[in-house]
């Protein structure tokens, strides 16, 4: 992950600094801004940006419409900054295409091994393909398609159907499925997993009732026959 390069947006320069500092130290190349506008500025200018490290509360433009912003153009990696007591705005920011949370204050080495995880999901895509029940996931490109024809999917909802789809058959837990996912423990309301299942059956038509409701469990994913 050498020379990755991560965008670092907070509005509090002593908490660019310290994020700076165990991310460099690990290799990555970080950029700083210090406002929502600079943010975006910056993010379409430098154009190969691997990951946002976003904060909440800023002046100028706040991270939500950073986050709507980037989102029109880019299925990038977006992590959030917040602070403590924020759960329902946590679940609105899922529903705007947030990858990951962590809550201030943090340790920088908890923030660090997340980046790393969010970057490893994204970056071993594999050369091969999964199909599924007429659904097929192309890895290195990222691309789904439905009996050859491309659907649109969000970062979480791509990784999601890929989980699913290699674990047919089993009855997995929310839990399960949060920390495989998300790959860490999420202690938040159990409606996050079930507003992205609902929006990916959505977008995968009829083939969205693979995925079963295993109810008081979670779900499972199983093709017709």
Known sequence: ???????????????????????????????????????????????DISLVLLDVMMPKLDGWEVLKTIRQ???????????RGEERDELQGFDL???????KPFSPKILTARVEAILRRAGTAAADSVTAGGITI???????????????????EFELLDYFINNQGMALSREKILNNVWNYDYFGDARTIDTHVKKLRSKLGSKGDYIKTVWGMGYKFEVSQ
Not at 138 to 154: F, H, M, N, W, Y
């Open 1 to 47: 992950m050498d020379g990755l390069k991560i965008l670092v947006v907070d509005d509090e320069s002593r908490m660019r600094k310290l994020v700076r500092d165990f991310l460099t130290a690990r290799g990555f190349r970080v950029i700083e801004a210090g406002d929502g506008e600079e943010a975006l500025d910056i993010f379409f200018q430098e154009k």
């Open 73 to 83: 153009y880019s299925k990038v990696p977006v992590m959030m900054l917040t602070a």
């Open 97 to 103: 295409g947030v990858d990951e949370y962590i809550t």
């Open 138 to 156: 192309d890895k290195s490109a990222r691309q789904v398609t439905i009996d050859g024809q491309p659907i649109e999917l969000s970062y979480k």
